[in-house]
């Protein structure tokens, strides 16, 4: 069978919130099976647990931010894509703050932190969520769908409308059957526009962005001195976020997704509704030689 999987020791890592602008200390360590992903925030009095979850999420701002009895870790998206192309599945993940550090903007530090703590297989079967009908959503022209597909596959495109992200490609396709996360979406860092930084500041959110950690373009040009890391890295993000999103249904997706113009909110309307319908999905885990080839042991190398 495919085994569940944890880091094999505890890693720490001191960052920037994007949006909240503060400084945060985390650390992630190894959990037990069948634990799942679980957020603690240490900098409250009982050092509250938060699952990442879909029907946790409780803002879809900018961000995916989940939350429990009140207590709310936010921007979580990034780590849970590189714990996805990780092929993670059970880590206890401490914040002293709300906000998870934006990083450089992509998911590749959390890729090299938690590769340096190394990986443990565990002694449990993995599960996994497998696709048995299509289902969608729709909000006017936007759409996120899920699919019947023996492996896992993402099809995003975009429609900026902006000169800079016109220039670049606005579909990709990405079969991790046959590519690697780490090279073809890990590296792919956010964006942003810098017409609407003062009012997403005065809403609270964006405090924390600077060339550093986001590509941020004017009406016309990227303002970032340095060559984009892909030439189509702004829907090569939008896939990554997408993979993070999709975490929070707690299994790795057997399936395939679809999506036009999507972003964090319709993601979790997605989830929430292939939950709400059993007859979509089947929970199961497979033996190693008939596992989808984007999750067999063999393949590891591309995917991870």
């Known amino acids: ?37 679980l957020f603690v925030r240490v900098d409250t009095p009982e050092q509250s647990v938060v699952p990442a979850t879909a029907l946790a999420v409780c803002d ?49 530090s959390f890729l090299f932190l938690m590769e340096s703590a190394g990986i443990l297989e565990q002694d449990e079967p ?18 996120a769908r899920l699919e019947p597909f023996f492996g896992f596959k993402l099809d995003f495109t975009i429609d900026f409308k902006h000169p800079a992200v016109d220039k670049t490609g606005q579909r990709f ?19 942003g526009f810098a017409h609407e930084v003062e009012a997403l500041r005065e809403m609270g959110l964006a405090r924390g962005g600077s060339l550093d950690n986001a590509i941020v373009l004017d009406e016309h040009r990227i303002l970032n ?13 939008k896939i990554l976020d997408a993979i993070g999103d999709l975490y ?3 299994h790795p997706i057997v399936g395939g997704y679809i999506a036009e113009k999507s972003g964090h ?27 989808p080839q984007a999750y067999s042991k063999e393949n590891q190398p591309l995917f991870f």
């Not at 920037?16 to 992630?28: D, F």
């Not at 059970?90 to 450089?104: F, R, S, T």
């Not at 991790?176 to 780490?182: N, Q, T």
């Open 1 to 37: 069978m495919i085994k569940q999987r944890t880091i094999a020791t505890p890693i720490k890592t001191v960052g920037i919130g994007l949006h909240s602008g503060r400084k945060v200390t985390l650390s992630i360590k190894p959990a037990p099976v069948n634990s799942g992903i």
């Open 173 to 191: 396709i990405v079969d991790f059957a046959e590519h690697a996360y780490r090279s073809e979406i890990g590296r792919a860092r956010t964006f």
């Open 265 to 291: 909110a319709l993601n979790n309307a997605l989830l929430r509704k292939l939950l709400d319908d059993p007859s979509c999905y089947e929970i199961c885990n497979f033996p190693e030689n008939k596992a």
């Open 60 to 108: 879809t701002r900018l961000a995916s931010v989940i939350q429990k009895d009140g207590v709310r870790v936010s921007t979580v998206e990034h780590l849970l894509s590189a714990c996805a192309g990780l092929g993670l599945d059970n880590l206890l993940i401490e914040l002293d703050g709300e906000e998870v550090p934006i990083m450089d903007g992509s998911a590749a």
């Open 126 to 143: 993995r599960q996994f969520l497998v696709i048995k009908k299509p289902i969608e959503v729709r909000d006017g022209d936007k759409l």
């Open 225 to 237: 001195n340095e060559e984009l890391r892909y030439e189509d890295e702004f829907v090569r993000h």
């Open 248 to 250: 929070l249904v707690g």
